[in-house]
C-alpha cells in the first residue's frame, strides 16, 4: 500500500509538557513507524494522566510550549496536520492566546450517552474538526436495550447507528475493532437518523460505567 493511501496519526504524550520533550516525542515516533512524515499529531491531554481528575492545574504553559513544537514541525514538513485531544473550550481559549497556526483538530470523547455539544459547537464554530473517539462507547453501548430497539427500526446494528450518529453530528468517528467483519459494517452508514431520534440519542442517559476500562483518566469523568 502507498504511503498517500494511508493517514497515519499520533499524539505528543500527555505528560510531555517542554518544547524539548514534545519535539523529541515528535522525532522518536518518526523513527519508530520508520516514516518521513505524520498526517496528524495532536497533544493527548491537556494535564498528564495522574493529574486528570486531581489537580485544578490545566498546564496552560506546558500546553503552550508542546504547542510550539507541533507548529515547528508542522512548519517544516514532517506532520501534515496538527491539533489537540480532550481539550476543554477553556483549554483551548489559553492556547490561542499564543499560537501562531490554527489548531486543527480536537479528538474528543464522544458517543451516545457522552454528548459534549456545547463544546463540539465551539470546535466547529471556531474551524476545529471533531474527531469521536470511542463512539461505540468502548462496547459498553452495545448493551442498551433502548439503542438496541433504534437500531432496529432503522435495520442497522448498534455500531452503525453509534457511527452515523457521530457522523451526523459533523464529526469524524473513530470507531475501533479488532474483527475485520465489523470493520466492513462499520463502513455502511449510508443512512440518516431522524431529527427526533438524533434528539433522544443526544439525551440518552450516561452510561453507568465503562466496566474494566473505567479505571483510564479518560472514562472517569470529565477531563
Ligand atoms: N484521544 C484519546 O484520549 C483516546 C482515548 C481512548 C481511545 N481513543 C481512540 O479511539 C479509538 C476507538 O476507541 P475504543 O476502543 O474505545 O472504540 P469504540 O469503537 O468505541 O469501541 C471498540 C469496541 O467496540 C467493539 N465493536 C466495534 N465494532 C463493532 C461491531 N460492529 N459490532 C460489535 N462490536 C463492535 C469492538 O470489539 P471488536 O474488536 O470485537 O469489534 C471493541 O470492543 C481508538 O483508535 C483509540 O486510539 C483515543
Known amino acids: ?89 477553556g483549554d483551548i481559549e489559553s492556547l490561542v492566546k499564543t499560537s501562531k497556526i490554527k489548531l486543527m483538530v480536537n479528538q474528543i470523547l464522544l458517543h451516545i450517552s457522552n454528548t459534549p455539544l456545547e463544546l463540539v459547537e465551539y470546535c466547529q464554530k471556531n474551524g476545529i474538526t471533531v474527531e469521536a473517539y470511542s463512539p461505540i462507547a468502548h462496547g459498553e453501548i452495545l448493551k442498551q436495550p433502548e439503542i438496541k430497539a433504534i437500531a432496529d427500526k432503522y435495520g442497522v446494528t448498534v455500531a452503525q447507528l453509534c457511527i452515523r450518529y457521530t457522523i451526523q453530528l459533523g464529526t469524524v468517528s473513530l470507531p475501533k475493532t479488532a474483527n475485520p467483519e465489523h470493520m466492513k459494517s462499520n463502513s455502511q452508514v449510508d443512512f440518516e437518523i431522524s431529527d427526533e431520534d438524533m434528539k433522544i440519542l443526544k439525551n440518552f442517559k450516561k452510561i453507568e460505567s465503562y466496566g474494566e476500562s473505567g479505571i483510564f483518566p479518560v472514562y472517569r469523568g470529565k477531563m
Not at 496519526?9 to 516514516?35: P, Q, R
Open 1 to 89: 500500500m502507498a504511503r498517500e493511501q494511508l493517514f497515519v496519526a499520533s499524539k505528543v504524550a500527555a505528560e510531555h509538557k517542554t518544547y524539548e520533550e514534545a519535539m523529541a516525542g515528535i522525532d522518536k515516533t518518526l523513527e519508530t513507524m520508520g516514516l518521513d512524515y505524520l498526517d496528524l499529531m495532536i497533544i493527548h491531554s491537556p494535564q498528564p494522566w495522574d493529574k486528570v481528575n486531581q489537580s485544578d492545574d490545566r498546564y496552560v504553559e506546558g500546553n503552550r510550549a508542546a504547542w510550539r513544537a507541533l507548529e515547528d514541525a508542522y512548519k517544516a514538513g514532517i506532520l501534515k496536520a496538527i491539533g489537540i485531544s480532550n481539550f476543554q473550550i
